[in-house]
T-cell receptor
């Protein structure tokens, strides 16, 4: 069965610095998608970034980038120049047969 | 304009009651979903519908019954509410999603259900 693991329940970063959130997953499939979603205190689920498994190039969206290691089944999220508004819970998710399988989430604190 | 909307945002009710949560999307998507987020923030899919047809049913108690009157709407009706049903329920939608892995899902704001 597909599983997603986020081993860091909480992380903190100083404003303007860089932080990396870890995610590993387990699958026997070769074609799939991976996502990072952000959930601020407002509880809205916001898409941050997505990665297609068949693409070797790591996805980037402004200050957000991923390090996708397919063989290692690792999908980490790097946030550069952290801002106060980045404080939220971040969920890694694996897309399989039309459903998202989520990790446990990592709460990111941004210190001014 | 809100892409995926849910009503109500908060729902407080007594054990044993029946309640419904409504979801609407104006993205023109074919597939809609219900997810449950428990008190530990863990998110799990409950159902998905593609163009009014049930696609995914994740061993959810049959007290939960989704209904899709058209492809822009997916409602969740819950009978005989129990304390353990207290959670945040999210609706989501995607362009296709019929067994594909390609589609990005967009979420509604969530409905916090509290059963007393």
């Amino acid at each position: 069965a597909q599983t997603v693991t986020q081993s860091q329940p909480e992380m903190s970063v100083q404003e303007a610095e860089t932080v990396t959130l870890s995610c590993t997953y387990d699958t026997s499939e070769s074609d799939y998608y991976l996502f990072w979603y952000k959930q601020p205190p407002s509880r809205q689920m916001i898409l941050v970034i997505r990665q297609e498994a068949y693409k070797q190039q790591n996805a980037t969206e402004n200050r957000f980038s991923v390090n996708f290691q397919k063989a290692a089944k690792s999908f980490s999220l790097k946030i550069s120049d952290s801002q106060l508004g980045d404080a939220a819970m971040y969920f890694c998710a694996y897309s399989w047969v039309g459903k998202l399988i989520f990790g446990q989430g990592t709460t990111l604190q941004v210190k001014p | 304009d809100t892409a995926v909307s849910q009503t109500p945002k908060y729902l407080v009710t007594q054990m044993g009651n029946d309640k419904s949560i409504k979801c609407e999307q104006n993205l023109g998507h074919d597939t809609m979903y219900w997810y449950k987020q428990d008190s530990k923030k863990f998110l799990k899919i409950m159902f998905s519908y593609n163009n009014k047809e049930l696609i995914i049913n994740e061993t959810v108690p049959n007290r939960f019954s989704p209904k899709s009157p058209d492809k822009a709407h997916l409602n969740l009706h819950i009978n005989s509410l129990e304390l353990g049903d207290s959670a945040v329920y999210f609706c989501a939608s995607s362009q296709e999603g019929t067994g594909t892995t390609t589609d990005t899902q967009y979420f509604g704001p969530g409905t916090r259900l509290t059963v007393l």
